[in-house]
């Protein structure tokens, strides 16, 4: 398993959240995320726009 920046796990731990509270839209149709999996790749995506240490997809 791929290990993660502090900052990374973060932004994830945002995303899951956000996805929890049914907050979370995915990116251009805009329709809510109900898939954990597709939360954790929209946190991993905002943290290495964000610059954390991320392992390459």
């Known amino acids: 398993m791929a290990k993660y920046?502090?900052?990374a796990q973060e932004e994830v731990g945002?995303?899951?959240k956000e996805a929890k509270e049914g907050k979370l839209k995915?990116?251009?149709s805009?329709?809510?995320v109900t898939n954990r999996k597709?939360?954790?790749?929209i946190g991993?995506?905002?943290a290495r726009k964000?610059?954390?240490r991320?392992?390459?997809q």
Do not use: D, E, I, Y
């Open 54 to 56: 991320v392992p390459k």
């Open 44 to 46: 991993l995506h905002n």
């Open 38 to 41: 597709q939360a954790v790749a």
């Open 5 to 7: 920046g502090p900052k």
């Open 30 to 32: 805009g329709k809510k």
């Open 50 to 52: 964000a610059g954390a």
């Open 26 to 28: 995915s990116g251009r």
């Open 14 to 16: 945002k995303a899951v």
